[in-house]
């Protein structure tokens, strides 16, 4: 299977069936949806796999990325991967090999903007990331976190942390989640906003200021919602049409 990222890199894929790297897929539809708050951000990649989404958010403007994978083998092709993106990207990227729990138990040297965690779906693990990454701080002020998990079997909501959003892509479901006190203080900044409506067919909210949500979940999926030129031709000329037989049978 040939793998490329949105460069037209290839892609290399950890050996075996031990590791599964993003789709393309998601990895395009999480891009999209973070696209405005990833240049110059710092990207944490837990569970970094084949180091694309690490790749990926170098490639769309990321600052900094630090990328976790334990199992030498897997880091080894991460490494490969990210030394692919070339020169330019050199002193950008950090990629450690050691054991996860452990590495998020040691005191943080830096805060994360985006923390992007992709655990093996049955390992578990899900608790543990979410513990450690509150326990350690590694999460920057507005900052959030966003998890990989199975369709079929989402992780609970650890506590202290709301989830702000979900998305699903065939069988991998992707996970946004805030801080609690996060979300009571983009809550208290808003006052008076406007009530936030479910949008039907999402998980998302709109806000007053957001947009019109049905675009902005059109553009995530690569589909343009808005009016066709072509369509409004044909509607003015039908309009012509009708106000030509009004005219005819007035006579």
């Not at 989404?53 to 769309?60: G, I, R, S, Y």
């Not at 991460?78 to 590495?103: K, V």
């Not at 067919?201 to 589909?223: C, L, P, V, Y």
Request: charged residues 20%; glycine residues 10%.
């Amino acid at each position: 299977m040939s793998l490329r990222l949105s460069s037209g890199q290839r892609l290399q894929s950890p050996p075996g069936l031990g590791a599964r790297p993003t789709t393309a897929i998601v990895r395009q539809a999480v891009m999209n949806v973070l696209a405005p708050r990833l240049r110059g951000c710092r990207w944490l990649d837990l569970c970094s796999g084949s180091g694309a989404m690490a790749c990926e958010a170098l490639l769309h403007g990321a600052a900094r990325v630090q990328a976790v994978e334990q199992n030498r083998q897997v880091a080894a092709v991460a490494r490969r991967n990210l030394e692919g993106l070339g020169p330019r990207f050199n002193g950008l990227w950090q990629l450690d090999c050691r054991d996860l729990r452990r590495w998020l138990k040691q005191t943080a040297p830096e805060k994360f903007d985006l923390i992007y965690a992709d655990p093996p779906y049955a390992a578990g693990l899900y608790g543990a990331i979410m513990e450690g990454i509150s326990a350690g701080n590694w999460l920057a002020p507005g900052g959030e976190v966003w998890l990989e998990a199975a369709a079929e079997s989402p992780p609970t909501l650890a506590r202290g942390w709301q989830e702000r959003g979900r998305r699903r892509y065939g069988r991998t479901l992707v996970l946004q989640w805030i801080r609690e006190d996060s979300a009571l203080e983009g809550s208290a900044a808003q006052g008076a906003a406007a009530p936030a409506v479910l949008v039907p067919g999402s998980h998302k909210q709109a806000h007053q200021g957001d947009g019109n949500q049905t675009q902005n979940d059109a553009a995530e999926q690569g589909f343009d919602h808005g009016p066709d030129p072509g369509e409004n031709l044909a509607l003015q000329s039908i309009d012509r049409h009708a106000n030509l037989v009004s005219d005819v049978a007035h006579l």
